[in-house]
Protein backbone atom coordinates (compact mmCIF):
# COMPACT_ATOMS: atom_id res chain seq x y z
CA UNK A 1 0.00 0.00 0.00
CA UNK A 2 0.86 3.69 -0.62
CA UNK A 3 1.14 5.76 2.44
CA UNK A 4 -2.05 7.30 1.51
CA UNK A 5 -3.79 4.12 0.81
CA UNK A 6 -2.60 3.59 4.51
CA UNK A 7 -3.48 6.49 6.30
CA UNK A 8 -6.87 5.33 4.44
CA UNK A 9 -6.86 2.30 5.96
CA UNK A 10 -6.31 3.37 9.09
CA UNK A 11 -9.13 5.91 8.63
CA UNK A 12 -11.52 3.10 8.03
CA UNK A 13 -10.13 0.97 10.90
CA UNK A 14 -11.34 3.40 13.34
CA UNK A 15 -14.55 3.62 11.47
CA UNK A 16 -14.88 0.39 11.60
CA UNK A 17 -14.10 -0.23 15.43
CA UNK A 18 -16.74 2.77 16.11
CA UNK A 19 -19.08 1.24 14.20
CA UNK A 20 -18.70 -2.18 16.39
CA UNK A 21 -18.67 -0.10 19.45
CA UNK A 22 -21.52 1.70 18.62
CA UNK A 23 -23.93 -0.45 18.38
CA UNK A 24 -24.07 -0.87 22.15
CA UNK A 25 -22.75 2.67 22.52
CA UNK A 26 -19.79 1.95 24.80
CA UNK A 27 -16.10 0.53 24.82
CA UNK A 28 -12.29 1.23 25.07
CA UNK A 29 -12.18 3.58 22.44
CA UNK A 30 -8.70 5.39 23.89
CA UNK A 31 -6.83 2.14 23.40
CA UNK A 32 -7.82 1.48 20.03
CA UNK A 33 -7.90 4.62 18.19
CA UNK A 34 -4.51 5.10 19.58
CA UNK A 35 -3.02 1.87 17.72
CA UNK A 36 -5.34 2.43 14.57
CA UNK A 37 -2.64 3.66 12.86
CA UNK A 38 -0.29 0.48 13.94
CA UNK A 39 -2.92 -1.87 12.79
CA UNK A 40 -2.82 -0.27 9.38
CA UNK A 41 0.50 -0.63 9.01
CA UNK A 42 1.27 -4.07 9.94
CA UNK A 43 -1.90 -5.42 8.17
CA UNK A 44 -1.66 -3.09 5.36
CA UNK A 45 1.99 -4.90 4.79
CA UNK A 46 4.31 -5.20 7.56
CA UNK A 47 2.78 -8.28 8.10
CA UNK A 48 2.55 -11.30 6.16
CA UNK A 49 -1.15 -12.94 6.84
CA UNK A 50 -4.05 -14.70 4.67
CA UNK A 51 -7.03 -14.03 5.56
CA UNK A 52 -8.75 -17.21 3.45
CA UNK A 53 -6.03 -19.58 5.50
CA UNK A 54 -5.69 -17.23 9.38
CA UNK A 55 -3.57 -20.54 10.53
CA UNK A 56 -1.05 -19.86 7.61
CA UNK A 57 2.28 -21.38 8.81
CA UNK A 58 4.13 -19.02 6.44
CA UNK A 59 2.14 -16.22 8.62
CA UNK A 60 3.78 -13.91 10.74
CA UNK A 61 1.93 -13.86 14.53
CA UNK A 62 0.43 -11.31 16.34
CA UNK A 63 0.07 -10.52 20.29
CA UNK A 64 -1.76 -7.59 21.06
CA UNK A 65 -1.26 -7.74 24.82
CA UNK A 66 -3.53 -4.82 25.44
CA UNK A 67 -6.62 -6.95 25.46
CA UNK A 68 -8.79 -4.61 25.75
CA UNK A 69 -8.37 -2.81 22.18
CA UNK A 70 -9.44 -5.95 20.86
CA UNK A 71 -11.92 -3.36 18.29
CA UNK A 72 -8.84 -2.01 16.55
CA UNK A 73 -7.48 -5.40 16.01
CA UNK A 74 -10.81 -6.90 14.79
CA UNK A 75 -11.45 -3.83 12.56
CA UNK A 76 -7.98 -4.55 10.70
CA UNK A 77 -9.30 -8.39 10.39
CA UNK A 78 -12.42 -7.33 9.03
CA UNK A 79 -11.30 -4.81 6.41
CA UNK A 80 -8.89 -7.43 5.54
CA UNK A 81 -11.57 -10.35 4.94
CA UNK A 82 -10.75 -12.73 7.98
CA UNK A 83 -14.30 -12.68 8.57
CA UNK A 84 -17.18 -10.71 7.20
CA UNK A 85 -17.18 -6.80 7.52
CA UNK A 86 -20.79 -6.69 9.09
CA UNK A 87 -19.83 -8.83 12.22
CA UNK A 88 -18.12 -6.00 13.59
CA UNK A 89 -21.71 -5.04 14.96
CA UNK A 90 -21.19 -8.18 17.56
CA UNK A 91 -18.73 -6.84 19.56
CA UNK A 92 -19.69 -7.73 22.87
CA UNK A 93 -22.94 -8.95 22.06
CA UNK A 94 -24.15 -12.73 23.80
CA UNK A 95 -22.33 -15.24 21.04
CA UNK A 96 -20.50 -12.72 18.84
CA UNK A 97 -16.85 -14.04 18.09
CA UNK A 98 -15.71 -10.37 18.88
CA UNK A 99 -15.28 -9.87 22.47
CA UNK A 100 -14.08 -6.85 24.40
CA UNK A 101 -10.81 -9.19 25.07
CA UNK A 102 -8.96 -10.73 22.31
CA UNK A 103 -9.87 -14.62 22.04
CA UNK A 104 -7.74 -17.12 20.20
CA UNK A 105 -10.81 -19.47 19.83
CA UNK A 106 -12.78 -17.45 19.25
CA UNK A 107 -11.83 -14.71 16.17
CA UNK A 108 -10.39 -16.31 12.74
CA UNK A 109 -6.82 -14.41 12.66
CA UNK A 110 -6.36 -13.53 16.19
CA UNK A 111 -3.58 -15.59 17.23
CA UNK A 112 -3.20 -15.17 21.30
CA UNK A 113 -6.04 -14.70 24.00
CA UNK A 114 -5.47 -11.91 26.31
CA UNK A 115 -7.04 -9.41 28.58
CA UNK A 116 -4.75 -9.72 31.61
CA UNK A 117 -2.06 -7.34 31.42
CA UNK A 118 1.36 -8.04 30.87
CA UNK A 119 0.20 -11.62 29.83
CA UNK A 120 0.82 -11.30 26.55
CA UNK A 121 4.24 -10.20 26.56
CA UNK A 122 4.99 -13.87 27.97
CA UNK A 123 3.00 -15.80 25.31
CA UNK A 124 4.48 -13.77 22.32
CA UNK A 125 8.24 -14.92 23.88
CA UNK A 126 6.73 -17.99 23.64
CA UNK A 127 5.48 -18.16 20.30
CA UNK A 128 8.99 -16.39 19.06
CA UNK A 129 10.88 -18.72 21.11
CA UNK A 130 8.88 -21.90 19.49
CA UNK A 131 9.51 -20.04 15.95
CA UNK A 132 13.40 -19.72 16.49
CA UNK A 133 13.40 -23.41 18.08
CA UNK A 134 11.52 -24.50 15.07
CA UNK A 135 13.48 -22.40 12.88
CA UNK A 136 10.57 -21.01 11.03
CA UNK A 137 11.03 -17.60 9.75
CA UNK A 138 8.10 -16.33 11.42
CA UNK A 139 8.32 -13.06 13.20
CA UNK A 140 6.22 -12.18 16.30
CA UNK A 141 4.57 -8.83 16.27
CA UNK A 142 3.56 -7.83 20.20
CA UNK A 143 1.37 -4.40 21.16
CA UNK A 144 1.65 -3.65 24.82
CA UNK A 145 0.22 -0.70 26.43
CA UNK A 146 2.86 2.37 28.29
CA UNK A 147 0.02 1.76 31.37
CA UNK A 148 0.78 -2.01 30.70
CA UNK A 149 4.42 -1.39 31.37
CA UNK A 150 3.71 -1.09 35.10
CA UNK A 151 3.23 -5.14 35.22
CA UNK A 152 5.76 -6.89 36.61
CA UNK A 153 5.93 -9.54 33.75
CA UNK A 154 6.75 -7.21 31.15
CA UNK A 155 9.94 -6.48 32.81
CA UNK A 156 10.34 -10.42 33.52
CA UNK A 157 9.85 -10.62 29.94
CA UNK A 158 11.77 -7.96 29.01
CA UNK A 159 14.94 -9.57 30.50
CA UNK A 160 14.14 -12.78 29.22
CA UNK A 161 13.37 -12.01 25.83
CA UNK A 162 17.30 -10.72 25.20
CA UNK A 163 18.62 -13.73 27.16
CA UNK A 164 16.96 -15.65 25.01
CA UNK A 165 17.98 -13.42 21.76
CA UNK A 166 14.80 -13.20 19.82
CA UNK A 167 15.54 -11.31 17.07
CA UNK A 168 12.55 -12.04 15.50
CA UNK A 169 10.14 -10.67 18.11
CA UNK A 170 9.08 -7.02 17.08
CA UNK A 171 7.46 -5.20 19.76
CA UNK A 172 5.80 -1.87 19.96
CA UNK A 173 4.44 0.14 22.92
CA UNK A 174 1.28 2.33 22.00
CA UNK A 175 2.48 5.11 24.21
CA UNK A 176 -0.18 7.53 24.73
CA UNK A 177 0.94 8.37 28.09
CA UNK A 178 -2.61 7.68 29.65
CA UNK A 179 -4.13 4.67 31.48
CA UNK A 180 -7.84 4.45 32.95
CA UNK A 181 -7.25 6.84 35.82
CA UNK A 182 -5.17 9.78 34.50
CA UNK A 183 -1.58 10.15 33.03
CA UNK A 184 0.39 7.39 33.93
CA UNK A 185 3.22 10.00 34.91
CA UNK A 186 0.58 10.77 37.53
CA UNK A 187 -0.28 7.06 38.72
CA UNK A 188 3.21 4.76 38.20
CA UNK A 189 5.34 6.78 35.87
CA UNK A 190 7.16 4.42 33.48
CA UNK A 191 9.61 6.81 32.07
CA UNK A 192 11.49 6.71 29.35
CA UNK A 193 10.39 3.49 27.91
CA UNK A 194 12.57 3.15 25.05
CA UNK A 195 15.55 3.78 27.07
CA UNK A 196 14.75 1.34 29.49
CA UNK A 197 14.00 -1.14 26.73
CA UNK A 198 17.87 -0.31 25.52
CA UNK A 199 18.85 -0.80 28.98
CA UNK A 200 17.47 -4.43 28.95
CA UNK A 201 19.20 -5.05 26.39
CA UNK A 202 16.81 -5.00 23.04
CA UNK A 203 17.10 -2.67 19.82
CA UNK A 204 14.86 -0.21 20.78
CA UNK A 205 13.46 3.01 18.78
CA UNK A 206 11.22 5.69 19.19
CA UNK A 207 8.56 7.08 16.43
CA UNK A 208 5.89 9.03 15.62
CA UNK A 209 3.27 6.00 16.45
CA UNK A 210 0.44 7.76 14.09
CA UNK A 211 3.03 8.03 10.91
CA UNK A 212 2.09 4.64 9.04
CA UNK A 213 5.23 5.05 6.74
CA UNK A 214 7.67 5.68 10.05
CA UNK A 215 5.99 2.20 11.51
CA UNK A 216 6.79 0.61 8.46
CA UNK A 217 10.08 2.30 8.39
CA UNK A 218 11.00 1.21 11.59
CA UNK A 219 9.86 -2.27 11.47
CA UNK A 220 11.88 -2.43 8.10
CA UNK A 221 14.67 -1.33 10.05
CA UNK A 222 14.35 -3.60 13.36
CA UNK A 223 14.82 -6.73 10.93
CA UNK A 224 18.27 -5.43 10.03
CA UNK A 225 18.97 -6.88 13.39
CA UNK A 226 18.69 -10.33 14.14
CA UNK A 227 20.77 -10.76 17.71
CA UNK A 228 18.31 -9.24 20.11
CA UNK A 229 14.46 -8.67 20.47
CA UNK A 230 13.55 -5.31 19.04
CA UNK A 231 10.86 -2.52 20.90
CA UNK A 232 9.63 0.25 18.66
CA UNK A 233 8.06 3.19 20.94
CA UNK A 234 4.82 4.71 19.25
CA UNK A 235 4.19 7.93 20.20
CA UNK A 236 0.96 8.42 20.61
CA UNK A 237 -2.55 10.21 21.38
CA UNK A 238 -5.53 8.52 23.62
CA UNK A 239 -8.36 8.49 21.64
CA UNK A 240 -6.64 9.82 18.26
CA UNK A 241 -8.76 10.57 15.48
CA UNK A 242 -12.31 10.03 16.85
CA UNK A 243 -13.91 13.41 17.65
CA UNK A 244 -15.70 12.82 21.21
CA UNK A 245 -12.36 10.65 22.64
CA UNK A 246 -9.83 12.91 21.19
CA UNK A 247 -8.60 15.05 24.30
CA UNK A 248 -10.72 13.70 26.47
CA UNK A 249 -9.69 13.30 29.96
CA UNK A 250 -11.20 9.61 30.59
CA UNK A 251 -11.26 8.53 27.26
CA UNK A 252 -10.18 4.66 28.57
CA UNK A 253 -13.57 3.25 27.88
CA UNK A 254 -16.30 5.80 26.75
CA UNK A 255 -19.92 5.71 26.60
CA UNK A 256 -21.31 7.40 24.00
CA UNK A 257 -24.84 8.72 21.80
CA UNK A 258 -25.23 7.79 18.09
CA UNK A 259 -24.98 11.40 17.31
CA UNK A 260 -21.48 11.35 18.46
CA UNK A 261 -21.00 8.36 16.63
CA UNK A 262 -22.27 10.05 13.68
CA UNK A 263 -20.46 13.07 13.95
CA UNK A 264 -17.05 10.55 14.65
CA UNK A 265 -18.02 8.55 11.90
CA UNK A 266 -18.51 11.76 9.71
CA UNK A 267 -15.01 13.48 10.63
CA UNK A 268 -13.38 10.02 9.72
CA UNK A 269 -15.44 10.35 5.90
CA UNK A 270 -14.38 13.63 5.28
CA UNK A 271 -10.86 12.88 6.38
CA UNK A 272 -10.65 9.48 4.06
CA UNK A 273 -12.43 11.90 0.81
CA UNK A 274 -9.48 14.97 1.44
CA UNK A 275 -6.55 11.96 1.46
CA UNK A 276 -8.36 10.28 -1.73
CA UNK A 277 -8.18 13.82 -3.36
CA UNK A 278 -4.95 14.06 -2.58
CA UNK A 279 -4.22 10.89 -3.65
CA UNK A 280 -5.48 11.55 -7.28
CA UNK B 1 -3.33 -51.78 33.85
CA UNK B 2 -1.23 -52.65 37.66
CA UNK B 3 0.08 -54.68 40.01
CA UNK B 4 0.62 -53.67 44.08
CA UNK B 5 3.84 -54.20 45.73
CA UNK B 6 3.20 -57.00 48.00
CA UNK B 7 4.63 -55.10 51.33
CA UNK B 8 5.48 -51.70 51.50
CA UNK B 9 8.89 -50.78 50.96
CA UNK B 10 11.19 -47.24 50.19
CA UNK B 11 12.00 -47.33 46.45
CA UNK B 12 15.15 -47.22 45.39
CA UNK B 13 15.19 -44.00 43.48
CA UNK B 14 14.00 -40.75 44.39
CA UNK B 15 10.97 -39.33 42.80
CA UNK B 16 13.00 -36.17 40.91
CA UNK B 17 15.66 -39.00 39.33
CA UNK B 18 12.92 -41.15 37.63
CA UNK B 19 11.30 -37.58 36.45
CA UNK B 20 14.76 -36.87 35.05
CA UNK B 21 14.87 -40.38 33.60
CA UNK B 22 11.48 -39.85 31.91
CA UNK B 23 12.11 -36.59 30.72
CA UNK B 24 15.02 -38.00 28.91
CA UNK B 25 12.67 -40.90 27.56
CA UNK B 26 10.58 -37.88 25.96
CA UNK B 27 12.88 -35.82 24.19
CA UNK B 28 14.18 -38.42 22.76
CA UNK B 29 11.38 -39.83 21.47
CA UNK B 30 9.82 -36.40 20.30
CA UNK B 31 11.97 -32.82 19.15
CA UNK B 32 8.52 -31.10 20.30
CA UNK B 33 9.05 -31.91 23.70
CA UNK B 34 11.04 -29.01 25.76
CA UNK B 35 11.29 -28.62 29.74
CA UNK B 36 11.29 -25.29 31.09
CA UNK B 37 12.39 -24.25 35.05
CA UNK B 38 12.67 -21.42 36.93
CA UNK B 39 16.12 -21.73 38.47
CA UNK B 40 15.76 -24.88 40.33
CA UNK B 41 17.17 -27.17 37.89
CA UNK B 42 19.36 -28.46 40.34
CA UNK B 43 16.63 -28.99 42.95
CA UNK B 44 14.86 -31.43 40.26
CA UNK B 45 17.95 -33.29 39.83
CA UNK B 46 17.87 -32.09 36.24
CA UNK B 47 21.49 -30.33 35.35
CA UNK B 48 22.57 -33.08 33.74
CA UNK B 49 19.68 -33.57 31.45
CA UNK B 50 20.21 -29.30 30.81
CA UNK B 51 23.83 -30.03 29.94
CA UNK B 52 23.04 -32.47 27.61
CA UNK B 53 19.96 -30.76 26.14
CA UNK B 54 20.90 -26.95 26.49
CA UNK B 55 18.81 -26.50 23.27
CA UNK B 56 15.34 -27.79 24.97
CA UNK B 57 15.95 -26.96 28.55
CA UNK B 58 14.85 -23.09 29.16
CA UNK B 59 16.09 -21.79 32.43
CA UNK B 60 13.50 -19.09 32.80
CA UNK B 61 15.67 -17.60 35.95
CA UNK B 62 13.54 -16.78 38.95
CA UNK B 63 10.47 -15.65 36.76
CA UNK B 64 7.62 -18.05 37.24
CA UNK B 65 4.84 -15.84 35.93
CA UNK B 66 6.96 -15.25 32.53
CA UNK B 67 7.50 -19.26 32.47
CA UNK B 68 4.01 -20.20 32.52
CA UNK B 69 3.14 -17.33 29.52
CA UNK B 70 6.30 -18.24 27.85
CA UNK B 71 5.15 -22.26 27.95
CA UNK B 72 1.61 -21.15 26.56
CA UNK B 73 3.29 -19.63 23.76
CA UNK B 74 5.74 -22.26 22.81
CA UNK B 75 2.43 -24.82 22.66
CA UNK B 76 0.59 -22.21 20.15
CA UNK B 77 3.47 -23.18 18.16
CA UNK B 78 3.19 -26.73 17.97
CA UNK B 79 5.81 -27.75 21.16
CA UNK B 80 4.93 -29.88 23.93
CA UNK B 81 6.26 -28.11 27.08
CA UNK B 82 6.79 -28.94 30.61
CA UNK B 83 7.34 -26.72 33.20
CA UNK B 84 8.49 -27.20 36.86
CA UNK B 85 9.11 -25.37 40.15
CA UNK B 86 7.97 -25.60 43.81
CA UNK B 87 4.59 -26.90 44.09
CA UNK B 88 3.65 -22.99 45.87
CA UNK B 89 4.99 -21.26 42.82
CA UNK B 90 4.08 -23.26 39.94
CA UNK B 91 0.46 -22.57 41.38
CA UNK B 92 -0.05 -19.76 43.33
CA UNK B 93 2.12 -17.75 42.43
CA UNK B 94 0.82 -18.22 38.92
CA UNK B 95 -2.65 -18.47 39.39
CA UNK B 96 -3.50 -16.10 36.41
CA UNK B 97 -1.11 -16.99 34.14
CA UNK B 98 -2.14 -20.94 34.57
CA UNK B 99 -5.80 -19.50 34.09
CA UNK B 100 -5.68 -17.10 31.53
CA UNK B 101 -2.74 -17.31 29.16
CA UNK B 102 -2.50 -21.29 29.41
CA UNK B 103 -6.60 -23.00 30.39
CA UNK B 104 -8.54 -20.12 28.69
CA UNK B 105 -6.64 -19.42 25.32
CA UNK B 106 -6.58 -23.35 25.45
CA UNK B 107 -3.03 -24.39 24.88
CA UNK B 108 -1.26 -27.20 25.82
CA UNK B 109 1.29 -26.94 29.26
CA UNK B 110 2.45 -29.46 31.41
CA UNK B 111 2.75 -27.98 35.03
CA UNK B 112 4.93 -29.34 37.72
CA UNK B 113 4.68 -28.71 41.21
CA UNK B 114 7.35 -30.10 43.55
CA UNK B 115 7.80 -30.68 47.35
CA UNK B 116 3.59 -30.81 48.21
CA UNK B 117 2.23 -30.18 50.91
CA UNK B 118 4.82 -31.30 54.36
CA UNK B 119 7.54 -33.15 51.42
CA UNK B 120 8.19 -29.41 51.46
CA UNK B 121 9.96 -30.37 55.49
CA UNK B 122 12.53 -27.80 56.28
CA UNK B 123 11.83 -25.43 53.64
CA UNK B 124 9.02 -24.35 55.79
CA UNK B 125 5.27 -23.02 55.43
CA UNK B 126 5.74 -20.85 52.93
CA UNK B 127 7.10 -23.08 50.61
CA UNK B 128 4.39 -25.84 51.75
CA UNK B 129 1.54 -25.99 49.44
CA UNK B 130 -1.72 -27.02 50.58
CA UNK B 131 -3.50 -25.04 48.29
CA UNK B 132 -2.83 -26.01 44.91
CA UNK B 133 -4.67 -28.97 43.66
CA UNK B 134 -7.48 -26.70 44.92
CA UNK B 135 -6.42 -23.78 43.11
CA UNK B 136 -5.69 -26.24 39.72
CA UNK B 137 -8.84 -27.64 40.01
CA UNK B 138 -10.87 -24.86 40.03
CA UNK B 139 -9.59 -23.43 37.01
CA UNK B 140 -12.28 -25.01 33.92
CA UNK B 141 -10.27 -27.84 32.01
CA UNK B 142 -7.07 -28.73 33.96
CA UNK B 143 -6.20 -32.03 34.72
CA UNK B 144 -5.07 -32.52 38.35
CA UNK B 145 -2.61 -35.36 39.11
CA UNK B 146 -0.68 -36.76 42.16
CA UNK B 147 1.61 -39.95 41.73
CA UNK B 148 1.70 -41.99 44.34
CA UNK B 149 4.99 -43.64 43.50
CA UNK B 150 7.59 -43.36 40.48
CA UNK B 151 6.02 -46.10 38.84
CA UNK B 152 3.29 -44.15 38.51
CA UNK B 153 5.05 -40.86 38.23
CA UNK B 154 6.82 -42.49 34.87
CA UNK B 155 2.94 -43.67 32.87
CA UNK B 156 1.71 -40.11 33.68
CA UNK B 157 4.24 -38.73 32.22
CA UNK B 158 4.62 -40.97 29.23
CA UNK B 159 0.75 -40.34 29.04
CA UNK B 160 0.25 -36.92 29.47
CA UNK B 161 3.29 -36.01 26.57
CA UNK B 162 0.67 -37.24 24.13
CA UNK B 163 -2.51 -35.63 25.47
CA UNK B 164 -3.93 -31.82 24.94
CA UNK B 165 -4.38 -29.17 27.95
CA UNK B 166 -3.41 -27.75 30.64
CA UNK B 167 -1.95 -30.67 33.60
CA UNK B 168 -0.60 -30.02 36.95
CA UNK B 169 1.50 -32.72 38.30
CA UNK B 170 2.13 -32.52 41.83
CA UNK B 171 5.87 -34.39 42.67
CA UNK B 172 7.70 -35.37 45.62
CA UNK B 173 11.08 -35.35 44.60
CA UNK B 174 12.60 -37.34 47.60
CA UNK B 175 11.94 -41.39 47.89
CA UNK B 176 8.12 -42.66 47.83
CA UNK B 177 7.14 -45.95 49.05
CA UNK B 178 6.64 -48.59 46.27
CA UNK B 179 2.73 -49.00 45.71
CA UNK B 180 2.83 -50.36 42.35
CA UNK B 181 4.99 -53.24 40.28
CA UNK B 182 7.25 -51.93 37.71
CA UNK B 183 5.38 -51.09 34.46
CA UNK B 184 2.32 -50.74 35.72
CA UNK B 185 -0.09 -48.36 33.76
CA UNK B 186 -3.10 -46.48 35.31
CA UNK B 187 -6.08 -44.68 33.47
CA UNK B 188 -6.19 -40.75 34.03
CA UNK B 189 -9.97 -40.50 35.56
CA UNK B 190 -9.84 -43.91 36.89
CA UNK B 191 -9.18 -44.36 41.00
CA UNK B 192 -6.57 -47.47 41.11
CA UNK B 193 -8.04 -50.00 43.54
CA UNK B 194 -5.86 -51.14 46.11
CA UNK B 195 -7.24 -53.57 48.62
CA UNK B 196 -10.73 -54.51 48.74
CA UNK B 197 -12.63 -54.11 52.09
CA UNK B 198 -16.63 -53.94 52.93
CA UNK B 199 -17.00 -51.48 55.80
CA UNK B 200 -14.84 -48.48 54.55
CA UNK B 201 -12.88 -47.09 51.71
CA UNK B 202 -10.68 -44.69 51.99
CA UNK B 203 -9.40 -42.99 48.94
CA UNK B 204 -6.22 -41.49 49.27
CA UNK B 205 -3.18 -39.37 46.94
CA UNK B 206 0.19 -39.09 47.48
CA UNK B 207 2.09 -40.12 50.30
CA UNK B 208 -1.22 -40.53 51.62
CA UNK B 209 -1.47 -43.92 49.82
CA UNK B 210 0.76 -45.59 51.59
CA UNK B 211 -0.51 -44.43 54.92
CA UNK B 212 -3.78 -45.86 54.17
CA UNK B 213 -2.59 -48.40 53.36
CA UNK B 214 -1.16 -48.74 56.91
CA UNK B 215 -4.31 -47.81 58.40
CA UNK B 216 -6.22 -50.61 56.96
CA UNK B 217 -3.79 -53.39 58.31
CA UNK B 218 -4.29 -51.61 61.94
CA UNK B 219 -8.20 -51.45 61.26
CA UNK B 220 -8.06 -55.25 60.49
CA UNK B 221 -6.78 -56.03 63.90
CA UNK B 222 -9.76 -54.14 64.88
CA UNK B 223 -11.92 -56.36 62.82
CA UNK B 224 -12.79 -53.45 60.29
CA UNK B 225 -12.29 -54.56 56.45
CA UNK B 226 -11.07 -51.09 55.21
CA UNK B 227 -10.78 -50.80 50.98
CA UNK B 228 -8.45 -48.84 49.46
CA UNK B 229 -8.36 -46.78 46.51
CA UNK B 230 -5.94 -44.37 45.08
CA UNK B 231 -7.74 -41.50 43.41
CA UNK B 232 -4.70 -40.24 41.82
CA UNK B 233 -6.61 -37.67 39.27
CA UNK B 234 -7.67 -34.98 41.76
CA UNK B 235 -9.52 -33.62 38.40
CA UNK B 236 -11.34 -35.21 36.94
CA UNK B 237 -12.75 -37.25 39.72
CA UNK B 238 -13.93 -40.36 39.10
CA UNK B 239 -17.11 -40.28 39.86
CA UNK B 240 -18.28 -43.94 39.45
CA UNK B 241 -15.61 -45.31 41.63
CA UNK B 242 -16.55 -42.92 44.68
CA UNK B 243 -20.59 -43.38 44.02
CA UNK B 244 -19.55 -47.41 43.54
CA UNK B 245 -17.79 -47.16 46.86
CA UNK B 246 -20.47 -45.27 48.73
CA UNK B 247 -23.00 -48.21 48.04
CA UNK B 248 -20.76 -51.07 48.74
CA UNK B 249 -19.00 -49.70 52.10
CA UNK B 250 -21.71 -47.41 53.10
CA UNK B 251 -18.70 -44.93 54.68
CA UNK B 252 -15.82 -43.18 52.93
CA UNK B 253 -12.48 -41.58 53.93
CA UNK B 254 -10.37 -39.38 52.28
CA UNK B 255 -6.76 -38.76 53.04
CA UNK B 256 -4.46 -36.50 51.20
CA UNK B 257 -1.65 -34.26 51.64
CA UNK B 258 -3.56 -30.93 51.66
CA UNK B 259 -6.23 -29.12 52.86
CA UNK B 260 -9.44 -30.81 53.26
CA UNK B 261 -10.53 -27.45 51.80
CA UNK B 262 -10.64 -27.99 47.79
CA UNK B 263 -8.62 -30.79 47.34
CA UNK B 264 -9.53 -34.87 47.38
CA UNK B 265 -11.96 -34.63 50.48
CA UNK B 266 -13.78 -31.57 48.38
CA UNK B 267 -14.22 -33.65 44.97
CA UNK B 268 -15.18 -36.66 46.67
CA UNK B 269 -17.55 -34.78 48.99
CA UNK B 270 -18.79 -32.76 45.84
CA UNK B 271 -19.91 -36.64 44.46
CA UNK B 272 -21.06 -38.21 47.48
CA UNK B 273 -23.65 -35.15 47.93
CA UNK B 274 -24.60 -35.33 44.33
CA UNK B 275 -24.53 -39.11 43.81
CA UNK B 276 -25.07 -41.76 46.82
CA UNK B 277 -25.07 -40.14 50.69
CA UNK B 278 -23.05 -41.61 52.45
CA UNK B 279 -20.72 -40.53 56.13
CA UNK B 280 -17.67 -38.92 54.58
CA UNK B 281 -14.40 -38.00 57.02
CA UNK B 282 -11.83 -36.21 55.16
CA UNK B 283 -8.13 -36.46 56.13
CA UNK B 284 -5.83 -33.78 55.85
CA UNK B 285 -4.72 -30.17 56.59
CA UNK B 286 -7.67 -28.83 58.72
CA UNK B 287 -7.30 -25.25 57.15
CA UNK B 288 -3.80 -23.74 58.65
CA UNK B 289 -0.16 -23.15 57.53
CA UNK B 290 2.58 -25.49 57.22
CA UNK B 291 5.87 -25.20 59.46
CA UNK B 292 9.09 -26.10 59.47
CA UNK B 293 10.03 -29.95 60.72
CA UNK B 294 10.62 -33.30 59.01
CA UNK B 295 8.17 -34.98 57.29
CA UNK B 296 7.28 -37.29 59.79
CA UNK B 297 7.03 -34.79 62.52
CA UNK B 298 4.85 -32.29 60.19
CA UNK B 299 2.04 -35.84 59.65
CA UNK B 300 1.88 -36.37 63.22
CA UNK B 301 1.58 -31.65 63.76
CA UNK B 302 -0.88 -31.55 60.80
CA UNK B 303 -2.85 -35.09 61.70
CA UNK B 304 -2.02 -36.88 58.57
CA UNK B 305 -0.60 -40.62 59.81
CA UNK B 306 -1.92 -43.92 59.13
CA UNK B 307 -3.57 -43.83 62.81
CA UNK B 308 -5.38 -40.54 61.87
CA UNK B 309 -6.69 -41.96 58.82
CA UNK B 310 -8.13 -45.39 61.15
CA UNK B 311 -9.09 -43.08 63.46
CA UNK B 312 -11.18 -41.09 60.85
CA UNK B 313 -12.12 -44.64 59.05
CA UNK B 314 -13.79 -45.06 62.75
CA UNK B 315 -15.78 -42.33 63.14
CA UNK B 316 -16.97 -42.72 59.62
CA UNK B 317 -18.27 -46.44 60.26
CA UNK B 318 -19.55 -45.45 63.55
CA UNK B 319 -21.87 -43.13 61.94
CA UNK B 320 -23.53 -45.15 59.29
CA UNK B 321 -26.88 -45.81 59.79
Not at chain 2, 210 to 230: F, K, P, T, Y
Amino acid sequence: MTTKELQIFAAQIRKTALKGLSVLGAGHIGGSMSMADLMAALYGGAMRHDPKNPAWEGRDWLVVSKGHCGPALYAALALRGFFPEEEITTINQPGTRLPSHCDRNLTPGVDMSTGSLGQGMSTALGVAWGHQYQKHDSYTFLVLGDGECEEGQVWEGALWAHQQKLGRLIAFIDRNEKQLDGYTRDVCDVGDLRQKFEDFGWDAQEIDGHDVTAIQDAIAKAKQTEDRPHMIVLKTEKGKGCTFAEGVFYNHHIKFSTEQYQQADAALDRQIETLQREEV
Amino acid sequence: MYQTEKVLAEEAKEMRAVFAEIMEELVQQDRRVVYLDADIINSIGMTAFWKKHPDRTINCGIQEANMIGAAAGMSATGLIPFAHTFGPFATRRVMDQVFLSAAYAKLNVRIIGSDPGVTASTNGGTHMPFEDMGMMRCIPGVTVLEPADSVMLADLLRQTKDLYGVFYIRLSRKKAEKIYTDGSTFSIGKAAKLREGSDVTIFATGISVADSLRAAELLEQDGIHAAVSNLFTIKPIDQDAVAEAARSTGAIVTAENHSILNGLGSAVAEVLAETVCCPLERVGVQDRFGEVGDVNYLKKALHLTAEDIAAAAKRAVARKG
